[in-house]
């Protein structure tokens, strides 16, 4: 619980200490901007008082002008100056003694000290001011001239005190103004010293037992940083060792499933050359044996038939008999053909699938059309089998399921591999792992993939339903 409050009580003190400060910087800077915003009502105040003796003589002047020159050529433009003069004099007269500042629009009180010259001084403002309606009276609308010399004499009896007394008004504004800015600055320097005294207090008993505080925690976060860099380092180790063992055990189970599969392609190839044997051995017991046999047979049913001493009826039986044996030696001969056709083993795989396409064309009537650029090429055992198997295979499938119309056989020679690709317009099937046993056998498919694959080549099979399938296989073999 103790390392909970420590940080809250210190968020606590930092937030009271900077607010103090915050309020004492604030309030030094309200009362800065107070004093100069009446620094600047007192310097409006002085300037204007100043501008009310210069007016005052203005207005003495004028009025003497106009009624001791009454030849002046420009006398309207004296006396509409001198209207301006005294409207503005007693406006802002008006606004010295009500402390009403019309013209920048604010107020200002004025103290009792002033208050009481404005009071000495408003019958001489009066007077001069009266006398100088009466004078821009006469002038405009003429009388005895009399009476024009008698408020001349009127206004310049009280222009000189009035000149006095306003100087004393500026004086005292300013002295006034003075006094403001000796508060102020006796003020702000209070402020300083309470402001100085509350950070001293701020830095004795916050911010020193939070610096020592943090550097216990920083020291503390050292260590644990020190701690959790090494269990860092251990991890990394382990973890090093334990890729290096994923590692290992991923190489074996590589290796193993390599193994696994050269012993299957191995047992497979094994298999396939026991059956291509075993064919092979059928087909010449089935060509040497069976055949000459039948041959043989077929020779008596000759030499019966050639022979005179029998009837009609029994030469009419042995001729059916021999057409018999006939039929069945071209059977056998078939048979043996497809077990393994000697044509392969002794000119080549494009002689073997051309003979095949004959065949099949000439058995099943199916329109079968076979092209090649091989020569006279001949290639490993294994291969020229593995292809004749595949040709064989995709033919048959594409006469007895696809009841193709048109079937295509190509074997093609290119630069480093051989090219085997049956092509129908059948009935197609759904390329799938579930393919309809109703549209191809899947065994036929798999013997395709499984005779490729251990000539290491690739099979591509596309078919489309109703549009037909096209079987590529291609075999990596150097020139």
Do not use: C
């Given at each position: ?80 100056e001198l209207k301006k003069v005294l409207h503005d004099w007693e406006d802002h007269h008006d ?385």
């Amino acid at each position: 619980m103790m390392p909970l409050r420590l940080p809250k009580r210190f968020t606590r003190l930092y937030i009271m200490a900077l607010s103090l400060v915050a309020f004492l910087t604030i309030l030094g800077q309200l009362l800065v901007q107070t004093t100069l915003q009446r620094g600047l009502h007192d310097s409006w105040l002085v300037n204007f008082g100043g501008r009310q003796r210069f007016q005052s003589q203005l207005i003495a002047k004028s009025v003497l002008v106009l009624t001791q020159r009454p030849d002046l050529a420009d006398k309207n433009v004296h006396l509409a100056e001198l209207k301006k003069v005294l409207h503005d004099w007693e406006d802002h007269h008006d606004q010295l003694k009500t402390g009403n500042l019309r013209d920048i629009k604010t107020t200002s009180a004025n103290s009792d000290t002033v208050q009481a010259m404005f009071t000495d001084i408003e019958p001489h403002f009066q007077a001069i001011a009266q006398n100088a309606h009466a004078i821009i009276a006469q002038l405009e609308v003429p009388t005895q001239k009399t009476l024009l010399d008698v408020h001349l004499r009127a206004i310049f009896a009280h222009e000189l005190v009035f000149l006095q007394k306003m100087n004393q008004i500026v004086f005292q504004y300013d002295q006034e103004a003075k006094a403001k800015v000796t508060s102020l600055s006796r003020i702000e320097g209070w402020l300083l010293v309470f402001t100085l005294g509350v950070l001293l207090i701020e830095g004795l008993f916050i911010f020193r037992p939070a610096v020592r505080k943090l550097a216990q925690t920083v020291f503390q976060l050292i260590e644990t940083r020190e701690k959790v860099h090494q269990a860092n380092q251990e991890l990394q180790k382990a973890y090093q060792e334990l890729r290096a063992t994923q590692a290992e055990l991923l190489e074996a189970t590589q290796v193993r499933h390599r193994q696994e599969l050269k012993e299957q392609k191995i047992h497979t190839a094994a298999l396939l050359q026991g059956q291509e044997e075993e064919r092979r051995r059928l087909s010449k017991e089935l060509h040497d044996g069976v055949g000459q046999m039948l041959t043989g047979l077929k020779m008596m049913t000759e030499s019966l038939i050639n022979g005179g001493k029998t009837s009609e009826l029994d030469r009419q039986k042995v001729t059916n008999l021999g057409q018999l044996v006939g039929q069945t030696i071209q059977e056998v001969r078939g048979i043996s053909n497809n077990l393994m056709p000697t044509v392969l083993n002794d000119f080549g795989i494009k002689l073997a699938l051309k003979q095949l396409v004959d065949s099949t064309v000439r058995n099943t009537g199916a329109p079968l059309v076979f092209n090649s650029n091989l020569k006279d090429e001949r290639f490993e055992p294994h291969i020229e089998i593995g292809l004749y198997r595949i040709a064989q295979e995709a033919i048959h499938n594409a006469v007895k399921y696809a009841q193709a119309t048109e079937i295509n056989v190509q074997l093609m020679r290119q630069e480093k591999d051989i090219l085997l690709r049956i092509k129908d317009n059948g009935r197609g099937f759904r390329n799938t792992k579930k393919t309809s046993k109703t549209l191809v056998p899947s065994h036929g498919l798999t013997n395709l993939q499984e005779r490729t694959r251990l000539l290491d080549g690739k099979i591509k099979i596309q078919s489309i339903v109703g549009q037909g399938t096209e079987i590529t296989v291609t075999i990596p073999h150097q020139n």
